[in-house]
C-alpha cells in the first residue's frame, strides 16, 4: 500500500521560509517522479512544482525563484523548500507521485497523493 506523508507546514510572516517534506512508502520511490501541489480554500488545486526521476524540475512561474523541490532517494522523502513566503502561497501543500520510465516531470498523471499540510503566511 502507497503512503505519502507530508510534514513541516504552519504559520510563518511573509516573508518567512518553509521546508516541507513528503516521505513515501510502500513504492518503489527512485521510480517514480514527484510532485507538490496546493489547494487554496475556493481555487482548484495547483501544480508548484515537480521533480523527475533524475532531479528534472519544473515550476509554477508564481514560485520560480523562491521554490526548490528536491528529493533525496536514499530516505525515500521529497522536499519543497520555500522562501520568500507571500500571503498568497497560503494553501493545503499535498505531495503526488507518479511511476515514470523516464526522466521527465510531470504536470499531470499523479496516481498516488498524501492528505497534505497546511501553510498559512501572515501579513
Known amino acids: 500500500q502507497v503512503q505519502l506523508v507530508e510534514s513541516g507546514g504552519g504559520v510563518v510572516q511573509a516573508g518567512g521560509s518553509l521546508r516541507l517534506s513528503c516521505a513515501a512508502a510502500?513504492?518503489?520511490?527512485?521510480?517514480?517522479?514527484m510532485g507538490w501541489f496546493r489547494q487554496a480554500p475556493g481555487k482548484e488545486r495547483e501544480l508548484v512544482a515537480a521533480?523527475?526521476?533524475?532531479?528534472?524540475?519544473i515550476y509554477d512561474d508564481s514560485v520560480k525563484s523562491r521554490f526548490a523541490i528536491s528529493r533525496d532517494n536514499a530516505k525515500n522523502t521529497v522536499y519543497l523548500q520555500m522562501n520568500g513566503l507571500k500571503p498568497e502561497d497560503t494553501a493545503v501543500y499535498s505531495c503526488?507521485?507518479?511511476?515514470?520510465?523516464?526522466?521527465?516531470?510531470?504536470?499531470?498523471?499523479?496516481?498516488?497523493w498524501g492528505q497534505g499540510t497546511q501553510v498559512t503566511v501572515s501579513s
Open positions: 510502500g513504492l518503489t520511490f527512485s521510480s517514480y517522479a
Open positions: 503526488a507521485a507518479r511511476w515514470t520510465i523516464t526522466a521527465m516531470s510531470f504536470r499531470t498523471g499523479y496516481a498516488y
Open positions: 521533480i523527475g526521476r533524475n532531479d528534472n524540475s
